[in-house]
C-alpha cells in the first residue's frame, strides 16, 4: 500500500473568537491510502495551537511513520487491524494523525467492500456493540459485505441534527445570526461564551433566545470560567433556556469539574478534561457529558471505545469537532447515532470547503449510504505538494 500527503489551507468565512483566541484559518494535511489496485481512502488532519500539532509535524508523522508501516502490510483489512491492535503506529503518535490514518483506512476497506463506514462498523447493518463494535468486523469485511447486500438499496442514511456555533460577538451580531441560521433549518445553536463581563455572555444568550426562540442552546464557555464564577452563572444560564453547558471551568481539574456537575441546575459536558478514554472513563456517571472529538481521542474506533465505556453510566455522548472540511468531519457522521448531542459543523465555517457529501447547511449533517466515508472534492482546491 502507498501513503501521500497533501497540504491545504482552510480559511474561514469569519475569524472565530471563543475565550482564549480567535481563528481566522486552519492548515490542513490529506493523505490517501492505496491498495495498489485500483481503490484509495482519503483523510484529513487540521493543525491546532491547542493541541501542538502543526502541518509540518503531522507530515513528518505521516511519511515517517505512518507511510513505511503501511507499506509493510498486506492489504488494508490488515493494516486497520493493526492499527486496532496498537502494532501499526508507535506509542505517542500523535492521536490526530492516527485518526486520519483510521480515517483512511476505514474509506478505504468501506469502498472495497461495497459498504459505507457506519454500517462497516456495524458488520452490514446489524446493531453491533458500541464500545468495541467493528474492532473485530473491519478485519474481515466479506460478511459484512454479504449481509448489506440482502439489505435494501435504498437504506435510510445516517443523519443528525447539528449544533451551529456563533463565537464571541455583540447580542446584535449573535441574534442576526441565529435568525438566519433558523430560517435556514438550524435547530441547535452553540454558543460560545467566557468574555471578561459575563454580562456580555447573558445578553449574547439572551438575544440569540428572542431571534430564535425555537432552537436549542448549548453554551461552551471553553474552560474560561473559575469554579465560583461557574456555581454563580450556571442558574443564571439555565434560566435563560441553555440546554447543555460544555467544560465551564479550566482544564486540569477534572475532580472540580465533577463537583460542580453534582450540584448544576444545568448538564455539564467535558471536552478539554476527557480528550481520550482514560480521561473520559475518569468523569463516566460524574458528569452529564463527554464531548468525543476524533482529532483529540485518536479517530473513529477510540471514539467507539470511549462510547461504550460511557454506555449506561449516565453520561451522555456528544460528538464534536474542530473547524476542518468535509472530508475532517465526515467519520464522526457516521458515529452520530450514538450521541445525545452533535456538533459537526467545522465544515460550515469555512469560505470554501474543499470536499462535500455530508451536507449540514440546512442544521442536519447525514452519512449517505455510499461505499467508505461517502465524501468526494467538491472542486480543485489551491494545494501544496508534500
Known amino acids: 500500500m502507498r501513503l501521500t500527503v497533501r497540504t491545504a489551507s482552510l480559511e474561514l468565512r469569519t475569524p472565530l473568537r471563543i475565550s482564549r483566541s480567535v481563528m481566522a484559518r486552519r492548515d490542513a494535511v490529506w493523505l490517501t491510502v492505496e491498495d495498489g489496485q485500483g481503490a484509495a481512502g482519503h ?16 507530515k513528518h508523522a505521516l511519511l515517517g511513520h505512518a507511510a513505511p508501516a503501511l507499506a509493510r502490510q498486506p492489504h488494508p483489512e490488515a493494516a486497520l487491524s493493526a492499527l486496532l491492535d496498537g502494532t501499526l503506529l ?5 492521536p490526530g494523525v492516527t485518526a486520519a490514518v483510521d480515517s483512511a483506512l476505514l474509506d478505504l476497506v468501506g469502498k472495497r467492500a461495497g459498504l459505507p463506514v457506519h454500517r462497516l462498523l456495524t458488520g452490514g447493518g446489524g446493531s453491533g456493540d458500541p464500545g468495541e463494535a467493528g474492532a473485530s468486523d473491519t478485519s474481515d469485511v466479506s460478511d459484512a459485505a454479504d449481509a448489506a447486500g440482502k439489505e435494501a438499496d435504498d437504506a435510510a442514511p445516517v443523519a443528525a441534527a447539528t449544533a451551529r456555533t456563533i463565537g464571541i460577538t455583540d447580542a446584535a451580531d449573535a441574534a442576526s445570526q441565529a435568525g438566519e441560521l433558523a430560517a435556514r433549518g438550524f435547530r441547535v445553536l452553540k454558543i460560545k461564551a467566557g468574555s471578561a463581563d459575563p454580562a456580555e455572555d447573558l445578553d449574547r444568550v439572551a438575544a440569540v433566545r428572542d431571534a430564535a426562540p425555537g432552537v436549542r442552546v448549548l453554551l461552551d464557555p471553553n474552560g474560561a470560567w473559575t469554579p465560583t464564577a461557574a456555581e454563580e452563572l450556571l442558574p443564571r444560564f439555565a434560566a435563560l433556556g441553555v440546554e447543555a453547558v460544555e467544560q465551564p471551568t479550566a482544564a486540569g481539574d477534572p475532580e472540580s469539574l465533577a463537583r460542580l456537575a453534582e450540584r448544576s441546575p444545568v448538564p455539564l459536558i467535558a471536552d478539554e478534561d476527557a480528550a481520550g478514554y482514560d480521561e473520559a472513563l475518569r468523569l463516566a456517571g460524574r458528569v452529564h457529558g463527554v464531548n468525543i472529538k476524533l482529532a483529540k481521542c485518536g479517530g473513529v474506533h477510540q471514539a467507539l471505545r470511549i462510547a461504550g465505556a460511557l454506555d449506561g453510566s449516565g453520561t451522555d455522548v456528544m460528538l464534536g469537532c474542530l473547524a476542518a472540511s468535509s472530508l475532517g468531519i465526515a467519520p464522526a457522521v457516521h458515529l452520530v447515532a450514538r450521541a445525545r448531542w452533535v456538533d459537526l459543523d467545522g465544515h460550515l465555517l469555512l469560505a470554501h470547503d474543499p470536499w462535500q457529501g455530508i451536507g449540514g447547511a440546512d442544521g442536519t449533517v447525514r452519512a449517505a449510504d455510499r461505499p467508505g466515508l461517502g465524501v468526494h472534492p467538491a472542486a480543485r482546491p489551491e494545494e501544496d505538494p508534500a
Not at 508507535?90 to 500523535?94: H, I, K, L, V, Y
Open 90 to 94: 508507535p506509542r505517542g503518535f500523535p
Open 43 to 58: 483523510g484529513e488532519v487540521v493543525s491546532s495551537a491547542y493541541l501542538g500539532l502543526s502541518a509540518e509535524r503531522a
